[in-house]
């Protein structure tokens, strides 16, 4: 639910979460090479950061690397993984001097184990946090999720712990990498396509999209504040006749 609002009467929204696209065609446009793009777009994360703090929203997930990003040419995903070590290694001290809590999603046996340490080092540092939950959603595919989610309940049901009655749509979240948060009420996506590419599809399902043109390394505060006006506009019905929440 929003988490309160502004002097204008404007809610903020609880949870936000953005799929970061546009890093490529950014670089392209100006001659360079991807990796530059993914680095320009890990300065637009420090913005949106800091901006989700100011405005007051309590959750923001990332949609950092996807599983299908694994079939991009090796240099690229290479230069990722060393963009992403780089990233957890000289930001973990500030998000956790602002009150930022890390958490990551996603199919961390992809991931090497130098990035894994350095996960849970993050994520072990800034536990306690609450001025900001940032999610990073890493080698993270929603269908994936569902499915290993429906296998370990599928395991539970054959060994008679769970009986195929008690699976309602609350144990299916409790089961998921996104346990214990709250769903997203605004999802972002930059470059102007229009479309979830496999991102928190279960979460998402009563969410706002918003759809922008900016490519990611040109996001800023002002983007997002556009976003959540837009957000603020909608009347949230979930399935009823009339009422927002």
Request: proline share 3%; net charge neutral; glycine share 8%.
């Amino acid at each position: 639910m929003p988490t309160g609002g502004d002097s204008n009467g404007q809610s903020t929204p609880a949870h936000v979460a953005i799929i970061m696209d546009g890093n490529g065609r950014w670089a392209k446009a100006r001659g360079l090479p991807r990796i530059a793009g993914h680095r320009k777009g890990a300065e637009a994360v420090r913005r949106t950061v800091e901006a989700a703090i100011d405005l007051g929203v309590g959750t923001i997930t990332l949609f950092s690397f996807s599983s299908e990003n694994w079939a991009r040419p090796d240099s690229e995903v290479s230069d990722l993984m060393s963009l992403l070590r780089y990233y957890l290694r000289s930001e973990i001290a500030e998000l956790h001097k602002q009150g930022v809590r890390l958490r990551v999603i996603g199919d961390r046996g992809r991931l090497s184990s130098d990035i894994n340490q350095l996960i849970d080092t993050g994520e072990t540092t800034t536990a306690s946090n609450s001025t900001l939950t940032l999610i990073l959603a890493l080698s993270y595919g929603s269908r994936q999720e569902i499915v290993q989610t429906v296998r370990r309940l599928a395991v539970r049901v054959a060994e008679g712990n769970l009986k195929p009655g008690e699976i309602d749509e609350g144990l299916v979240s409790a089961s998921l990498f996104t346990a214990g948060l709250p769903d997203p009420d605004l999802v972002i996506r930059t470059s102007g396509e229009q479309r979830l590419s496999n991102f928190l599809l279960w979460q998402s399902a009563y969410a706002e999209l918003v759809f922008i043109d900016t490519l990611w390394p040109d996001f800023t505060r002002h983007d997002l504040e556009d976003a959540i006006k837009e957000y603020n506009r909608r009347e949230r019905r979930y399935g009823a006749s009339v009422g927002k929440r």
